[in-house]
C-alpha cells in the first residue's frame, strides 16, 4: 500500500523560504509522476508543481520562478523548495503520486502559513 508523509511546513514571513519534503513507501518511487498541489482557504485545490520519473517539472503560474520541485529517487523523496513566499502561498500543500495516469494517492497535508 502506498503511503506518503510530508514534512516541513510551518509559519514564515512574508519574503522568507521553506522546504516541503514527502517520503514515499509502498511502491517503485522511480516509476511514477510526482507532484504537489494545494488548497488554500476557501479555494479550491490547484496544482503547484509536478515532476516525472525522468525529472520533466511543470509548475503553476503563480509559482514559476519560486518554488523548485526535485526528487531523489535513491531515497524514494520528493522536495519542493518554495522561496519568496507570500501570503497568498498559505494553504495546505499535498504531496501526489500519479500512479498509473488514473490512480493517484495523496499525503495527509501540510499547512505553509506566510505571515505578512
Known amino acids: 500500500q502506498v503511503q506518503l508523509v510530508e514534512s516541513g511546513g510551518g509559519l514564515v514571513q512574508t519574503g522568507g523560504s521553506l522546504r516541503l519534503s514527502c517520503a514515499a513507501t509502498g511502491s517503485i518511487f522511480s516509476l511514477h509522476t510526482m507532484g504537489w498541489y494545494r488548497q488554500g482557504p476557501g479555494k479550491q485545490r490547484e496544482l503547484v508543481a509536478t515532476?516525472?520519473?525522468?525529472?520533466?517539472?511543470n509548475y503553476g503560474d503563480s509559482v514559476k520562478g519560486r518554488f523548485t520541485i526535485s526528487r531523489v529517487n535513491a531515497n524514494n523523496t520528493l522536495y519542493l523548495q518554495m522561496n519568496s513566499l507570500k501570503p497568498e502561498d498559505t494553504a495546505v500543500y499535498y504531496c501526489n503520486m500519479n500512479y498509473d495516469g488514473w490512480n493517484h494517492y495523496w499525503g495527509q497535508g501540510n499547512q505553509v502559513t506566510v505571515s505578512s
Open positions: 515532476i516525472t520519473n525522468w525529472g520533466s517539472t
